[in-house]
C-alpha cells in the first residue's frame, strides 16, 4: 500500500467513525455533541481530495486538537490518529 492509499484510508476511516457518532448523538437528541462532531469532520473530504502537508498538519495539529477538547470519549479516533502522525511525520521527512 503506498502512503497515499494508506492516508486516504485512514482519513475514510476517520470520517466514518465521526459520522457514526453523529448517528448516534442524533437518535440520542443531543445536537450540541452532532454539531461538535460534524465541526471535526467537515472537512475530512477535502483532505481525501487534495491531502497537502499544510492542510494535514492544520488538521492534526489545530482541528483534532480543538475536537478532543470539546468531544466526549474520542479514544475510538486513538488509532487512527496514531496512524495519521506517523504518516505526517514520514510525509516531513520527504519534503525535507
Known sequence: MTEQSELTEVLLRI?????IRIRMYGWAGSAELCAI?????HNLPSLIS???LPLLSHYFDVSRV???????GTSGFDADW??????LSEMQQNSN
Open 37 to 41: 462532531e460534524a465541526d471535526h469532520i
Open 82 to 87: 496514531n496512524r495519521l502522525g506517523i504518516l
Open 66 to 72: 480543538a475536537f478532543i477538547k470539546k468531544a466526549q
Open 50 to 52: 487534495n491531502p497537502t
Open 15 to 19: 470520517l466514518r467513525y465521526g459520522i
